[in-house]
Antibody
Framework: EVQLVESGGGFVQPGRSLRLSCTAS????????MRWFRQAPGKGLEWVSLIRSRAYGMTTEYAASVKGRFIISRDDPTTSVYLQMNSLKTEDTAVYYC????????????????WGQGILVTVSS | DIQMTQSPSSLSASVGDRVTITCRPS??????LNWYQQRPGKAPKLLIH???SLESGVPSRFSGSGSGTDFTLTISSLQPEDFAMYFC?????????FGQGTKVEIK
């Protein structure tokens, strides 16, 4: 069974840092690109960051709203993906999800077919 | 970024009803459109990819259609477990963007 489990969330003051972790199991982690998304209270889903697999150079991408502040990384031996969040702002308050990216055989568009349960990050003074 | 507009934002329906949700991107996206279901307090669940391909294990009462700038998610006979939020998402161009969601409530 594919499982993703996030950890590391909590309450933090503006300007401080927090590191989220996502541990994967049930699939061959190194083969997959991984993403972080977030959902502010009562709002829709927002993509945050992407890290590609080693086969694609483990390259990274970021949403404009977090670029320069957040850093995504992965550790294939421990099947984990991380999100280092620096210079946090109140508008970063959200439930953060990690998700597995899959490109179906009948499509060339990526989908997100497995998600963690989400972890709450609250940024407030 | 491609903006995704869903309608309605919410609807009330009864068990057994046929429900239709519409998603319109701000530009043409071919069939690069996915649908997700999110129950309260839970993670999103992928229902449909490439506009009309049902994910394994998803009941056949769910169907998707459309291409370009006009897409539809249909639930043919609403069941109690279908009361949830539904989001569309485009995978045509980075960044992936989602609709604001449609809340399906019990009438």
């Amino acid at each position: 069974e594919v499982q993703l489990v996030e950890s590391g969330g909590g309450f933090v003051q503006p300007g401080r840092s927090l590191r989220l972790s996502c541990t994967a199991s049930g699939f061959t982690f190194p083969y997959y690109a991984m993403r972080w998304f977030r959902q502010a209270p009562g709002k829709g889903l927002e993509w945050v960051s992407l890290i590609r697999s080693r086969a694609y150079g483990m390259t990274t991408e970021y949403a404009a709203s977090v670029k320069g502040r957040f850093i995504i990384s992965r550790d294939d031996p421990t099947t984990s993906v991380y999100l280092q969040m620096n210079s946090l702002k109140t508008e970063d308050t959200a439930v953060y999800y990690c998700a597995r990216e899959v490109v179906p055989l009948d499509s060339s568009g990526e989908t997100f077919d497995a998600w963690g349960q989400g972890i709450l990050v609250t940024v407030s003074s | 970024d491609i903006q995704m507009t869903q309608s309605p934002s919410s609807l009330s329906a009864s068990v057994g009803d046929r429900v239709t949700i519409t998603c319109r991107p701000s530009q043409t996206i071919s069939n690069y459109l996915n649908w997700y279901q999110q129950r309260p307090g839970k993670a999103p669940k992928l229902l449909i990819h490439a506009a009309s391909s049902l994910e394994s294990g998803v009941p056949s009462r769910f169907s998707g259609s459309g291409s370009g700038t006009d897409f539809t998610l249909t639930i043919s006979s609403l069941q109690p477990e279908d009361f949830a939020m539904y989001f569309c998402q485009q995978s045509y161009r980075m960044p992936p963007t989602f609709g604001q969601g449609t809340k399906v409530e019990i009438k």
